[in-house]
């Protein structure tokens, strides 16, 4: 696993009607479905940009996503998860198949800025180094332990929303998440 500290790309969102009902106009209308595309393309790059730190492979695995959305949207029926979580798994399982075929060592990329809400509340003048600190014991953590923290912390989904992504129950997912947390402050305090 790599870890780098990249930008975000920023695009405009609009403001549309609500989601359940954009989703069946899309499923009666496949037209429709370039609204749900404009609203969400942003998030679901973003999070690939940070899984992959590279633009064209992030663009290319979130046509990927959003192709295999609206091939299967028929399947999709809203169960209390937001349509959104049904979108970070498929392009949790492009992710994963990308690096399965390429034989790549994954990449998951954090902003510097985000990373500092994790360091403990005492003032420091070496926050660099911190920063420096945590990145290193990111590196440490498994895969999915470092995919929970950015999917609670980063993207701030529930926990109803990671277990449905990670394909675990909610349960598990907040103990994972717990476990990693205190994984990191074991990290912290030697």
């Known amino acids: 696993m790599i870890l780098t500290l990249p930008r975000t790309f920023q695009f405009q969102e609009a403001t549309l009607p609500g989601e359940a009902q954009l989703i069946a106009e899309a499923k009666r209308n496949p037209a429709r479905f370039e609204v749900l595309y404009n609203r969400h393309y942003e998030t679901i790059f973003n999070y690939l940009y940070r899984r992959t730190s590279d633009e064209d492979l992030a663009a290319d695995l979130t046509s990927q996503t959003f192709l295999k959305a609206m091939l299967n949207l028929g399947r999709y029926e809203y169960r209390g998860i937001p349509f959104l979580a049904w979108l970070y798994r498929i392009a949790g399982n ?38 420096q600190q945590l990145a290193g014991y990111l590196e440490r953590l498994a895969e999915d332990e470092v995919l929970i923290l950015q999917l609670r912390f980063f993207e701030e989904k529930s926990f109803q929303e990671i277990a449905y992504i990670m394909d675990i129950g909610e349960s598990a997912a907040k103990m994972r998440v717990y476990r990693t947390l205190t994984k990191l402050k074991r990290f912290f305090e030697r």
């Open 94 to 131: 492009e992710i994963k198949k990308h690096y399965r075929k390429s034989g790549q060592a994954q990449v998951f990329s954090l902003e510097v800025s985000s990373l500092a809400k994790w360091l403990p509340d005492e003032e420091t003048a070496d926050t660099e180094e911190k920063l």
